[in-house]
């Protein structure tokens, strides 16, 4: 039974989680890693590796890090989100400065 979590997963995530799960089995095949291996080494069943090669959104987020990692894959995730890159938050960051800087009045002395 799947979670409604996943059944209302937004079209374009649906669609990124299966390039990942491609891209994922492609870069294990180039690696020469057969699925048995891969699973032990990533502690999981190979029925879990597959759905992780088809971008099933039940699994978890920690599974496709781990075989990422096993992958060599994984420095790259850090930067999904990364601040910097966030074209829409600096938008909104710059839509929020001031319109004019006044000077600060300094205080009167008595």
Not at 89 to 106: A, H, V
């Amino acid at each position: 039974m799947r979670s409604r979590a996943t059944q209302a997963l937004p079209g374009a995530a649906r669609r990124a989680l299966s390039k990942l799960g491609m891209d994922i089995a492609v870069a294990r095949r180039k690696r020469r890693i057969s699925t048995v291996s891969m699973a032990e080494r990533a502690f999981i069943s190979r029925g879990t590796l597959y759905k992780v090669e088809r971008g099933d959104p039940s699994v978890s987020i920690g599974i496709y890090v781990t075989v990422l990692a096993i992958l060599g894959l994984a420095d790259r995730l850090s930067r999904v989100a990364d601040r910097c890159d966030d074209l829409l938050g600096l938008d909104i960051d710059e839509s929020r400065l001031p319109k004019k800087i006044r000077p600060r009045r300094s205080p009167t002395k008595s």
